[in-house]
């Protein structure tokens, strides 16, 4: 294996996935943020299978999520509202 080139960088590559495909849920996802050195921060890589759904709707009180989508379209969720996303969106 080689070295790191610095204990706060990693490489997606460099990270185990951890995928639970179940019914309309599948995604695969990999932590980047504690692998990276974070200690109050979380940051993830998640792919989503064509035609599937991430997570059960859900929210977070103690903490902000924000997604930015590298590729293909999709809908988000925030509060009620459905939204479309496409590469390049930002959504808080």
């Known amino acids: 294996m080689n070295a790191r080139r610095h204990p706060q960088v990693v490489n997606v590559d460099e990270v185990d996935s ?19 050195g974070a200690k109050a921060i979380g940051f993830n890589w998640m792919e989503l299978q064509p035609g599937k759904t991430s ?12 997604i930015y989508v590298l590729s293909g379209t999709g809908e988000l ?15 808080e």
Request: aromatic share 10%; net charge positive; charged share 30%.
């Open 55 to 66: 997570f059960p709707y859900h929210y977070h009180t103690g903490l902000e999520e924000g």
């Open 77 to 91: 969720r925030i509060g009620n509202d459905r939204v479309g996303s496409r590469a390049g969106d930002y959504e």
């Open 18 to 36: 951890i995928s639970r495909p179940k019914g309309r849920f599948g995604a695969t996802g990999k932590r980047l943020g504690a692998p990276a």
